[in-house]
């Protein structure tokens, strides 16, 4: 439980703590790859992350698909949604990043630069966890009581 509130806090802090203005932004919301899945395609297990929804107003628009899978990000493998959240917020908009995807089951690497969202719009309210940020698609786990009142002290 402490390292998925400690994923959270950073993935929360981070992008608050480090830029004001404009984030960087790819545009798009992914999920844990499905173990069968990975198998298939023969990437290593927790490895990958399909893609769920791509945003229209994001720079992989017309990359990629809803079902490809996203296997590293700028040559890191990609675990989880959360990492490669912080992995994006770490670039600054118009870096050029490079991702490999598998579509079909066939790799490919595109290259693309950040796109730049304002800091405001990259989060937006959530049902789960009274914030998600909206490139996620963040389910959260269920924060302790108090929480927010931290988050706000630490802002």
Request: charged share 25%; proline share 7%.
């Amino acid at each position: 439980m402490k390292a998925k509130i400690g994923v959270w806090i950073a993935a929360c802090v981070l992008p608050l703590a480090s830029w004001a203005g404009q984030v960087a932004y790819l545009g798009v919301a992914t999920e844990p790859l499905e173990p069968r899945l990975a198998r298939h395609l023969g990437l290593p297990k927790g490895v990958g992350l399909e893609v769920a929804n791509v945003d229209e107003s994001g720079v992989l628009k017309g990359k990629v698909e809803e079902g490809d899978v996203l296997h590293k990000f700028n040559d890191q493998l990609l675990v989880g949604p959360e990492q490669l959240a912080i992995l994006v917020r770490m670039q600054k908009p118009g870096d050029e990043v490079a991702l490999t995807v598998v579509r079909r089951g066939k790799s490919e690497e595109i290259k693309v630069k950040a796109g730049g969202i304002d800091e405001a719009e990259a989060w937006q309210p959530g049902q789960e966890t009274g914030m998600r940020p909206r490139m996620w698609n963040f389910q959260g786990p269920e924060m302790p009581p108090g929480w927010e009142n931290w988050l706000n002290d630490l802002q």
